[in-house]
């Protein structure tokens, strides 16, 4: 069973923890040290895929900055790494999803600090296009209700496009989907894992799974019992994935 791991604090407050968390599972005694000191690349590569949720519930300027920030984190590691990084947003359905960046982060250069230098460039050259191509997705795609049970779909197919090395998939949404199951509904925590087991799921065994922002930057402000079953839920659905470690954020109150 894979470990969780859930932060109850709200995501800006999270954004060390977490990271420090998805340092540790990138980081394996066998793997080659980066050209930051602080990191350690995996032997094999680093695959980086991250789905945005950009529906109307959140749609909040906080939600996008919050998210990007994390994002941020991931390419910069990447980069260092010369991985592989694709950052998409959704919204109602895996069809109604917009590519903010896919490619591979691959830096060349004479000396350890002529590349950490490139890498840096590489990833903030990354990031505007993310930015970019962000702004741009919340007002090009839409629909009716959330499916984010449908990206791990996502995930799972572009991991098989990678399968070597490490690969870590992330989630940033409210946690609230409700095309086909909405957990939000359910009336306690032991509900809405038994809601999740009876969801149909990809097989993520090949990666780590993070879902950041339960609870945050929603239209209507949620109660601390439906924070937690729609905590307990995407738990559930990550242990179902069989994905090699969980981590679930909340907003914590």
Same mark, same amino acid.
């Given at each position: 069973m894979a470990p969780t791991t859930v932060v109850r604090a709200a995501l800006g407050t999270a954004i060390l923890t977490t990271a420090a968390f998805s340092l540790?599972? %990138?980081?394996?005694?066998? @793997?080659?040290?980066? $050209?930051?000191?602080e990191q350690v690349c995996p032997d094999g590569g680093l695959t980086e895929i991250h789905a945005l949720d /950009?529906?109307? $519930?959140?749609?909040? +300027?906080?939600?996008? #900055?919050?998210?990007? +920030? =994390?994002v941020d984190r991931a390419v910069r590691h990447a980069a260092q790494c010369e991985g592989y990084v694709k950052v998409f947003a959704? !919204?109602?359905s895996t069809g109604t999803t917009a590519s903010l960046y896919d490619g591979t982060l691959a830096v060349e250069a004479p000396t350890e600090n002529a590349k950490r230098r490139k890498a840096n460039k590489l990833a903030d050259e990354a990031m505007g296009e /993310?930015?970019?191509h962000y702004d741009s997705a919340r007002m090009e795609i839409a629909g009716v209700g959330t499916d984010v049970l449908g990206m791990l779909t996502l995930f799972e197919q572009a991991a098989a496009q990678h399968?070597?090395?490490?690969?870590?998939?992330a989630l940033y949404t409210d946690g609230n989907t409700n095309i086909g199951v909405d957990p939000a509904g359910a009336a $306690?925590? #032991? +509900?809405?894992?038994a809601l999740a087991d009876a969801q149909t799921v990809p097989d993520l065994s090949a990666m780590s799974l993070s879902v950041?922002? /339960? @609870?945050?930057?929603?239209?209507v402000e949620q109660s601390s019992e439906t924070i937690a079953n729609v905590t307990a839920f995407? +738990?559930?659905? %990550?242990?179902?994935? @069989? !994905? =090699? $470690? %969980?981590?679930?954020?909340? #907003?914590g109150r």
């Open positions: 540790a599972a %990138c980081t394996t005694p066998a @793997g080659k040290a980066s $050209s930051s000191p /950009i529906t109307s $519930s959140t749609q909040a +300027e906080a939600a996008k #900055d919050s998210s990007l +920030e =994390l959704f !919204a109602s /993310i930015s970019k399968p070597a090395g490490e690969i870590h998939a $306690s925590p #032991d +509900e809405a894992r950041y922002g /339960i @609870g945050q930057h929603t239209l995407w +738990e559930q659905i %990550c242990q179902s994935t @069989g !994905a =090699l $470690s %969980c981590t679930v954020v909340t #907003d």
